[in-house]
Structure formats: structure tokens, C-alpha cells
T-cell receptor, first 114, second 113 residues
Framework: QQQVKQSPQSLIVQKGGISIINCAYE??????FPWYQQFPGKGPALLIA?????SEKKEGRFTISFNKSAKQFSLHIMDSQPGDSATYFC?????????????FGTGTRLKVLA | DGGITQSPKYLFRKEGQNVTLSCEQN?????MYWYRQDPGQGLRLIYY???????QKGDIAEGYSVSREKKESFPLTVTSAQKNPTAFYLC????????????FGDGTRLSIL
């Protein structure tokens, strides 16, 4: 119930294409879903986050789509650029648990070809 | 600029030796966390602390110990009981009481000699 399943494990996209990464969860108590971007040798950095009261959130070229009934959420990177090549992690947490623990997906390594 | 500083960036441990990884934050965050990152396994929570002088075990606490004597500091000791310590260790922090993203340091890579 605490797992967040992320797919695909790796992804190769042409420059200008759309990158799509999916995550699924089981714990219905989760109510905060961030995505992190990590470059080699660096810590993850928050990219975009969504709460279950909205079905979509867009920030620049990055969009989160959220399907509460299916317990799934996805990250879409529009007009993918070589600089977007990184590992992306989804995560989930429950604001009612009192622990502020994040459950992370296993990551997706994205490579955008020039 | 506020942030999280982890040191050292690279650390080597001999068999049977304890090593301590440093994590300092100047974000005035109450909560701090330690994660272990292995290839293909994502981030796994080792320990977390929501307030000074209090900390809780995460999912993989065996072989690790922490202290939280100051709000800004949350050092992690990898003990000799941790049989597979080679990994990338990440420290994070967040505001307690309000759901906020976790801010991460740039990690310490620990290797066994």
C-alpha cells in the first residue's frame, strides 16, 4: 500500500518530442504528488507538484495529469530538450499522516536526443 | 542563499569502520531526512526527524544511526553493522506542519575500500 510504481525505467525521446512518465499508487491517503528532477551527482530538485483536487497542473513545458479514480498520475514534458536529460522521480505523501514521509518511485532515466 | 550542505561529497570506508556524513541546512526547516539511493531502486528512507532531539526510523534504518541536537544539523553515522554501505546518500529537509516539498542536498557518495 505504501508503494509508488513508476514506469518506464528508461526513456529515449527525440528533441522536440513529448516525454511521458507514469506513476501509480495504492494508498488513498496520499494527497500530495511531487515530481523531482535529478542530474548526475546532484540531489533531486522539485519540478512540479499536484494535489488531488485538480486533474492537471501545468508549469511551462511540464504538465502533471492526475487521475484520482485510477490512482495514477503522470508527467508530460512537451518540446523535450537535451537539457531535460535527467532522472525523474515521482513521489507521494499524506498530509494527514503526521510523518511528512515521502514515498518515491524508482525513477525514470530520460535521454533526449539532439 | 538558503540550502542544504552535505559533506564530504565522496567518502571511503574501510571494513569495520564507522563513518559520519554531515548534513547542515540554513532553511530554518523543522524536519530533516536521510535517504539512500541505489541504482534502479529510487530513494529509500533511512531516518527522519521532525523536531530537535527526536527522530524516527525509516524503512532501512538497520546499520545506521543519527542525532538531532541542533535544528540545522542532522548527521548520519554508517556503522560497521551496515554490510552493504556503498550508495549515494541524500539529506533533505522540509517545513513541518505545512505540506511542502522536500529540499535535497547534493549527496555524499560512500564507497568501501
Amino acid at each position: 500500500q505504501q508503494q509508488v510504481k513508476q514506469s518506464p525505467q528508461s526513456l529515449i525521446v527525440q528533441k522536440g518530442g513529448i516525454s511521458i512518465i507514469n506513476c501509480a499508487y495504492e494508498n488513498t491517503a496520499f494527497d500530495y504528488f511531487p515530481w523531482y528532477q535529478q542530474f548526475p551527482g546532484k540531489g533531486p530538485a522539485l519540478l512540479i507538484a499536484i494535489r488531488p483536487d485538480v486533474s492537471e497542473k501545468k508549469e511551462g513545458r511540464f504538465t502533471i495529469s492526475f487521475n484520482k479514480s485510477a490512482k495514477q498520475f503522470s508527467l508530460h514534458i512537451m518540446d523535450s530538450q537535451p537539457g531535460d536529460s535527467a532522472t525523474y522521480f515521482c513521489a507521494a505523501s499524506s498530509t494527514t499522516s503526521g510523518t511528512y514521509k515521502y514515498i518515491f518511485g524508482t525513477g525514470t532515466r530520460l535521454k533526449v536526443l539532439a | 542563499d538558503g540550502g542544504i550542505t552535505q559533506s564530504p561529497k565522496y567518502l571511503f570506508r574501510k571494513e569495520g569502520q564507522n563513518v559520519t556524513l554531515s548534513c547542515e541546512q540554513n532553511l530554518n526547516h523543522d524536519a530533516m531526512y536521510w535517504y539512500r539511493q541505489d541504482p534502479g531502486q529510487g530513494l529509500r528512507l533511512i531516518y527522519y526527524s521532525q523536531i530537535v532531539n527526536d527522530f524516527q526510523k525509516g524503512d532501512i534504518a538497520e546499520g545506521y544511526s543519527v542525532s538531532r541536537e541542533k535544528k540545522e544539523s542532522f548527521p548520519l553515522t554508517v556503522t560497521s553493522a551496515q554490510k552493504n554501505p556503498t550508495a549515494f546518500y541524500l539529506c533533505a529537509s522540509s517545513i513541518q506542519g505545512i505540506q511542502q516539498p522536500q529540499h535535497f542536498g547534493d549527496g555524499t557518495r560512500l564507497s568501501i575500500l
